[in-house]
């Protein structure tokens, strides 16, 4: 098996375009304006062809497509899942750290 694959490689450094942003998450522009007046997305920029996109947003685009997709989570709900998520992640973090220094 041959396939014709490529890689995009993302650091925290990187911002991306929101036309950037739909090819790579594979959705359209409306669906991303969903996600920002929801607020699960904080694109810095003041319009749709100035804003930039980190990779924080990029995760939180693909875990809110596979919520909607695999589980059939609506958008607010999903947006309020990412966000016991990354409260969850920054606990577990924040006791990691104190394991270590303890």
Known sequence: MNEDCSYTVFDESTWISLSEVCRFCRVDHQHIQE???EG??????TSPQ????GVQELKRIQITIRLQQDLGVNLPGAALALDLLEELELLRNLTKNL???G
Do not use: E, H, N, Y
Request: glycine share 6%.
């Open 35 to 37: 996600m920002i007046q």
């Open 40 to 45: 699960v997305l904080a694109p810095t920029g």
């Open 50 to 53: 100035d804003w930039r996109f």
């Open 99 to 101: 394991d270590i220094a």
